[in-house]
C-alpha cells in the first residue's frame, strides 16, 4: 500500500498539449482531479524558469504543483500556496560543482572565446549561464574550447547545445554537472521521502531520455516521436530495465494516450490504485455541461 505518489512531469509536449497531436478533452480536467488528491503530490520537471512555469499554468489551466524542478534542473522551487520558494537544500548540493562562483564570474572567464553571445538576463539564473551561437559554426571545437577552459579552474560543469528550431539559432547552456533534471528528483526524492515504488516521471522528448532510462519508473506520452521511443527502449533493454519504462498506448478511461492522457495512463499503470484518485464530482459536473 502506497502512502503518498510522487508525479514528476516534463510540461512542454508531455503534460501540455503544444505538439501536433490532438489532445483528448477529458486529460487535463482527469489531471486536476488527481493533483487535487490529498495524497499525490505534483512535481513539473522542465527547462522553462519561474515565469513561463507560471505562464503555463495559467495558460493551459493546469494543477499547480508543490515542486517545480526549472531552469533544466537548475532551480526547484517549494511552492505553498501561490508563493514560490526557491529550495535552499538544493542550491547547496549544486553549488559546490561550480567552486562557489556563480553564472555572472563563469561568463568572465569566458568572454574572450568568439562566437558566444550572451542571451537575456532572464534566461541566466545563479546556476545557469546561457549563450546564442551561431548555427552553423564548428561546434564540437567551441564545447571542447568552453569545458577546458572551465575545467582549469576547477570549476565541473555541462556544457550542453541545443538548437532554437524557430529562430534558427543554436544555445550552449553552461549548468553545474550534478544539476540534471535525473539527479534534481533523486534528491526530491530522498530529501521528502519518497520511495522508487511511490515515484513515477512523464517526458516525451530526448531531454527526458536519462530520466526515462533511469530506471525510474517512467512513462512515455504517445505523442512521442518514433526516434524517441525507439531510442528509450533501446536503452532501457540494454540496462534489463525494460519494466520500468511505460509506453502509452492510448484506450486508458477512453483517452488518446497523449500528452496528459499518456501522464495519467503511465500512472495508472505502475499504481493502479490512483485510478480511482482520477474520478471525481467535478469531472462529471464538466461532462454534464
Ligand atoms: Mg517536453
New binding site residues.
Partial sequence: MIDEVLLCS?????ILPNGSQEESPEARPRLRILAAHDRVVVAYV?GRHQKLLKEAIREYAIPVPNYAIGDVGTTVYEISGNKWHPWQAWADEIAPDWQGLQGSHLNKLLKDIDHLTLQEPDKQNTFKLSYYVPIDIDRHALLDRVGERLNRHGVHASVIWSVDELKGIGLLDVLPEHATKLHAIQFLMQRKGFAPDETVFA???G??LPVLTSGLQAVLVKNASDEVQREALARVEETGQRTQLYLAEGGFLGMNGNYAAGVLEGLAHFLPETVEWMHGDSLLAERRF
Fill in positions: 516534463d510540461l512542454d509536449r508531455t522542465s517526458g516525451d522528448s531531454n527526458d
